[in-house]
C-alpha cells in the first residue's frame, strides 16, 4: 500500500517533484538508498530488496523509477515467479518494462525531466498513460483514483500547497508543505483508509509504513533523498539523507 504523490509541471523546463512512502514488512530486509549495482547497472541508485536483489525505488542521472503494488491473480503454478524489484532496476536504466505472467501486479511510476509514464499490470495486460501536469496520487489503484480513500481525502490539499524554492538546500526544501500534509494525515488511525501512513497489522497484513523518498527530476537532472522513520507505521519528521556511495 505504498503512496506515491506526484507534481508535474505545465511549463517546460520547470522540474518534476515526487514524495513516495514505502510500506513493507518490517521484518523483510532492505537497504537504504545507495549504489548497491555497480556492476549490473552502474550509474543506479537504490532502495535495495535484500531478499529478491531489486529495487523498490531507483534513481540514475537523469531517471527515476518507483513500483507500488497492484492486485493481481496468483502467478502460475508452472512459471517461476519474477521479482518487480528487477523491473525498477531497468526502468531506471532506461529500459522499458516487459512484464509476462510471471510477473505480480504492480503500478510503475517512470519519471524524466521530460515527463511521468506510468505503466500498470494486473498480471494480464498492461497499460500506459502519460501523465498530465498538475498533481496526483498513486497507490495500488489508477492515478487519482476514487477508490483509494487515501486521494480523496488528500489530493486537494497536495495541489494547492506549493513545491517552489529558490536558492539550494541540503534538505529537500520544496517537500516541507506536503510533509505537513503527511504529519496531518497521521493524526488518523494508521488502519484508517485514509491513512498515508500505514499500519496494516490489525487488518492481517505486516506491512507499515517505513521509509520516505523525495525526489526533483528536471533538466539538472535527479535529485533523490531518503528518509526512514524511527518507528514501522508511526509519523515522525524525517530527516532526509542523499545516496550512499
Given at each position: 500500500m505504498c503512496t506515491v504523490i506526484l507534481r508535474v509541471p505545465s511549463v517546460p523546463g520547470r522540474p518534476v517533484r515526487m514524495l513516495a512512502v514505502r510500506d513493507e514488512d518490517?521484518?523483510?530486509?532492505?537497504?537504504?538508498?545507495?549504489?548497491?549495482?555497480?556492476?549490473?547497472?552502474?550509474?543506479v541508485v537504490g532502495v535495495r530488496d535484500v531478499r529478491a536483489g531489486g529495487a523498490w525505488l531507483a534513481a540514475s542521472e537523469r531517471r527515476?523509477?518507483?513500483?507500488?503494488?497492484?492486485?493481481?491473480?496468483?502467478?502460475?503454478?508452472?512459471l517461476a515467479p519474477v521479482s518487480r524489484g528487477l523491473i525498477?532496476?531497468?526502468?531506471?536504466?532506461g529500459r522499458p518494462p516487459r512484464p509476462t505472467p510471471a510477473v505480480p501486479g504492480f503500478n510503475l511510476v517512470d519519471i524524466t525531466p521530460g515527463g511521468v509514464l506510468l505503466t500498470s499490470w494486473d498480471g494480464e495486460s498492461e497499460r500506459?498513460?502519460?501523465?498530465?501536469?498538475?498533481?496526483?496520487?498513486?497507490?495500488?489503484?489508477?492515478?487519482?483514483?476514487a477508490r483509494t480513500a487515501r486521494s480523496g481525502a488528500w489530493l486537494d490539499a497536495f495541489a494547492v500547497a506549493p513545491?517552489?524554492?529558490t536558492g539550494a538546500?541540503?534538505?529537500?526544501?520544496?517537500?516541507?508543505e506536503w510533509l505537513g500534509i503527511i504529519a496531518r494525515s497521521a493524526r488518523l488511525d494508521p488502519v484508517d483508509a485514509r491513512a498515508i501512513i500505514r499500519d496494516n497489522r490489525p487488518l492481517g497484513l505486516p506491512t507499515r509504513s517505513?521509509?520516505?523518498?523525495?525526489?526533483?527530476?528536471?533538466?539538472?537532472?535527479?535529485?533523490?533523498r531518503y528518509a526512514e522513520l524511527e518507528r514501522p507505521g508511526r509519523w515522525n519528521a524525517p530527516v532526509f539523507s542523499p545516496p550512499r556511495a
Open positions: 518490517p521484518s523483510r530486509p532492505w537497504q537504504p538508498l545507495g549504489a548497491w549495482w555497480p556492476d549490473e547497472h552502474p550509474g527515476l523509477a518507483v513500483l507500488l503494488n497492484r492486485a493481481s491473480p496468483p502467478v502460475p503454478d508452472h525498477v532496476l531497468d526502468a531506471a536504466s500506459r498513460v502519460s501523465v498530465p501536469p498538475g498533481t496526483h496520487m498513486i497507490a495500488h489503484d489508477d492515478l487519482d483514483d513545491t517552489e524554492v538546500a541540503s534538505e529537500p526544501a520544496w517537500a516541507e517505513l521509509l520516505l523518498c523525495a525526489a526533483t527530476i528536471g533538466p539538472g537532472g535527479v535529485d533523490v
